[in-house]
């Protein structure tokens, strides 16, 4: 038993930034939608500066691998005080996923998702076990959770080889999930930003959607441009994946799907419906996600979706 009270043996505040910030940074760097997006919001004023925008949650995708996958990446962040949550389940994408909740509010809420590895056809499996034999143990194990730049440089550093064009086309045909993860591995899959909390005509789903269409910025329409939890009280949407140079395994270089942006609106719940505005926080909002959303979300990196924006 280690006499070690909890909040001591949890990482701190300040590594977690550091960890947080650093994905931010390679992200906005990799989808220039996310400045984009910002500097419109400013423009048409519905902000002062990017700082104020509210980062509902960030995700991930894993490979569902016994020494990788969810239980591997989640250490992380568990590490960071975050918290699991609900269980996702997406038969025909062969998903599953979990959400996990943050140590304070101002941090954003995590979405992590893996793939069936041993669901998939024999063929499409053993192309991703050529790549992550090579990864004998957990890597998470053997990092120093508290060393902030490590973990930094462990998530934005190469878990196997580089892929070959040829491999990525046979995954893409069977899944196109897993042809994103073999290539794009921990880089940030979308940041979310809440609009909720945006001033009148830009705090609802409808409204923010209007404006980034006029702006020129191409939606997820798979489901509908916006997807609606059963009980009404959470609406997402997302832009259209861009397409990014990749450097494939011989220095063959091709066009993929990169990262994209999420919207997120959450109502208040019934409860505190009558709350008056500066009263309000997260605590009284809608929380988490819905499977039924989450499915058409994935297929903004999917080509049914990205060649709307080539
Ligand atoms: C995640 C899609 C699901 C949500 O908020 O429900 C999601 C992904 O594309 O990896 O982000
Ligand atoms: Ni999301």
Redesign the pocket.
């Known amino acids: 038993m280690s006499a070690v009270p909890q909040d001591k043996a949890r990482g701190s505040r300040e590594g977690l930034e550091f960890i947080l910030g650093g994905l931010m940074r390679r992200y906005q760097e990799r989808v220039p939608d996310v400045q984009a997006i910002m500097d419109a919001m400013v423009k048409q004023g519905i902000i002062g500066s990017e700082t104020e925008i509210e980062n509902d ?1 960030i ?3 894993t490979m569902g691998v016994p020494q990788l996958g969810i239980q591997s990446l989640e250490k992380i962040f568990l590490h960071f005080g975050y918290e699991r949550r609900d269980h ?1 389940f997406f038969p025909e994408k062969k998903l599953d ?1 979990y959400w996990y909740a943050p140590p304070a509010p101002q941090y954003p809420r995590i ?1 992590i ?1 893996e793939l069936r590895v041993r669901d998939l056809s024999p063929e499409a499996a053993e192309i991703i076990y050529s790549y992550t034999d090579t990864v004998s143990t957990d890597p998470v194990t053997e990092l120093h959770l508290d060393d902030a730049k490590e973990v930094d440089w462990f998530l934005h550093s190469s878990l196997w080889k580089l892929p070959t064009w040829d491999d990525y086309q046979r995954l893409a045909r069977e899944s196109e ?1 897993a042809a ?1 993860v073999i290539y794009n591995r921990y880089y940030l ?2 940041f ?1 930003i809440s609009v909720h909390n945006l001033p009148e005509g830009y705090n609802t789903i409808e409204g923010f959607n209007a404006f980034l269409e006029t702006n020129g910025f191409v939606l997820n329409d798979a489901g509908g441009k916006i ?1 609606t939890s059963p009980d009404g009280k959470l609406s ?1 949407s ?1 832009t259209v994946a861009r397409m990014v140079k990749a450097t494939f395994a011989g220095g063959e270089e091709q066009m993929i799907a990169g990262s ?1 942006v ?1 919207f ?1 609106e959450r109502k208040l719940l019934d409860a505190f419906s009558t709350l008056a505005k500066a009263e309000i926080r997260r605590e009284h909002r809608r929380e988490g ?3 039924g ?3 058409k ?5 999917y080509s049914s979706q990205t060649n709307k924006s080539e």
């Open positions: 949650h995700a991930f995708r996702y996923a979405f998702s999930y994103w899959n979308h979310t997807k997402q997302s994209y999420e997120a996600f819905e499977a959303n989450a499915d979300i994935f297929e903004s990196t």
